[in-house]
């Protein structure tokens, strides 16, 4: 039996495909170790978003061989992906594995082994992702590392190309996963005793468009990026994220559906209406904003400006009641000025969200923007960056008040200790953390509680359960 050891870098699609490629070993009977033992093989799920996540993943490559210089170094995912066969010229990798071969990880490492007993060779199976006929891989979960909250995996690949972001050469272009094998997946999920589940992806807004290649007047843009394209939708007998949404809801046993970060652009009337209307769909909504001036939304490739989005925001707050809106903010992007800065840091304060993601902007070669002139300095981005983070702690404090002295549906997860006294944490459906401290055991529970207060900055505590 060989030890394998696996790490995984990046986003929760990375997170979901190393699940299933440790389920698949496990089936073959290879050992998992922890990374920071001695293994026979090391598998880093690699990322490339930025030049900081390919330099992290040549950091754990090198790691791995420098633990065990006899073992098989396994690099696979995005960064290979984008480097190709050239990632072989990295003397600590051994095999490089592309992203929609991941699904054959081990009969690639199999077949690897068995060569290499006769010599050492360098092995890479990087595939054109690019491809106009590339298919969804397909894979399905049985368990994940979370006992409670299943990630599942709906689509892979990009169409937008924004000018910052690697991720359509890394993922390639929009491939939807058939709606039963979604189905099955989830209902095979709630079985084992899982209760919620995120609807994951590269850009899952887009999920179905490619159902509808034969019919490209349905809204090649992206699916639900309008009412009309959802009728279209409709009339073709396609699916799309909506119509899914919809189809999870009626499995019975499921008690919650969390969506993933969405476009704003699918956010139309038609769209929050279906949604409003699905009792188990959490009212915590992640819609990509990236910044809050429209001419730097222009130079990002964005699809929007500040006021289209600010609308979106307006038409879920008409049909939730006090839905968490979170988004990502890109500071320091090329160009960025003092005014523009200002500008976005207005239009957050207009719309006041739960949580903010800051990211300083990072330059990565390969995309428009690495090119582009007035490149921000780092000091320049370290204040702004500050700057945000300062306002996001503050409106999520304000969002999380809102719970004080009120009853709230917690599903709780863990234990922890804080202060010297354990407590179960779980979260609500808009995702605030709430802390109970009980001997019973919550684990996998869904229990309405009363809010009393912050526990710390980022939890909530409550000190009853009905």
């Known amino acids: 039996m ?10 929760k699609v990375n997170s979901y495909e190393m699940d299933f490629m440790q389920q698949k070993l496990e089936e073959k009977g290879y050992k998992i170790v922890p990374f920071d033992s001695e293994a026979d093989v090391y598998i880093v799920n690699t990322c490339t978003v930025t030049n900081i996540a390919d330099r992290k993943s040549r950091q754990m490559l090198h790691r791995a061989k420098a633990k065990n210089p ?4 396994v690099a696979v995912g995005c960064y290979v992906q984008v480097g190709g066969e050239k990632a072989l010229e990295d003397e600590c990798i051994d095999l490089a594995i592309g992203n929609n071969r991941k699904k054959d990880l081990v009969e690639i490492l199999e077949a690897y082994l068995a060569e290499r007993e006769q010599e050492y060779p360098k092995n890479a199976a990087v595939i ?4 106009r006929d590339c298919e969804y891989e397909e894979m399905t979960l049985r368990k994940t590392a979370d006992h409670t909250r299943a990630y599942i995996k709906i689509q892979d690949g990009c169409n937008q190309f924004c000018s910052y972001c690697i991720i359509p050469y890394a993922r390639g272009r929009v491939r939807s996963r058939q709606p039963e094998k979604i ?3 989830i209902r095979g999920l709630v079985a084992a005793g899982y209760q919620e589940v995120v609807l994951t992806g590269i850009h899952i807004s887009s999920y179905g468009v490619d159902f509808r290649a034969e019919r490209p007047e349905a809204g090649a843009a992206g699916a639900g990026n309008s009412d009309e394209a959802g009728r279209q939708m409709l009339e073709t007998g396609g699916i799309d994220l909506i119509g899914l949404v919809e189809r999870i809801h009626e499995i019975e046993g499921l008690r919650r559906i969390r969506l993933g970060s969405l476009e704003p652009r699918i956010i139309t009337e038609e769209n929050v209406k279906r949604l409003a209307s699905l009792e188990k769909l959490c009212p915590h909504f992640h819609l990509s904003l990236q910044s809050g001036c429209d001419d730097t939304l222009k130079r990002m490739n964005r699809h929007y400006t500040s006021e289209e989005y600010y609308e979106r925001v307006k038409l879920l707050r008409s049909a939730f009641s006090h839905p968490a809106i979170t988004t990502d903010v890109i500071v320091g992007f090329p160009g960025e000025t003092e005014e523009e800065f200002a500008g976005t840091r207005r239009f957050l304060e207009r719309v006041g969200f739960y949580e903010m993601h800051i990211f300083k902007y ?7 923007a690495a090119d582009m002139p007035d490149q921000v300095p780092e000091s320049l981005k370290n204040a702004r960056s500050a700057e945000l983070f300062s306002l996001e702690r503050e409106q999520s404090r304000e969002f999380r008040s809102y719970y004080i002295g009120k009853e709230a549906e917690v599903l709780f997860e863990e234990t922890k200790e804080i202060g010297g006294r354990r407590f179960w944490l779980g979260h609500t459906g808009d995702y605030v953390r709430i802390a109970l401290e009980t001997e019973e055991n919550l684990s996998n ?3 309405k509680v009363e809010v009393a207060g912050f526990l710390t900055d980022e939890i909530m505590i409550s000190d009853s359960m009905h």
């Open 128 to 131: 054109d992702i690019n491809r």
């Open 362 to 368: 990072s330059r990565r070669r390969g995309t428009r």
């Open 2 to 11: 060989r030890n394998v050891a696996l790490h995984n870098l990046g986003c």
């Open 70 to 73: 006899r073992a098989v170094v």
């Open 183 to 185: 189905l099955e997946e």
């Open 445 to 447: 529970c869904m229990k």
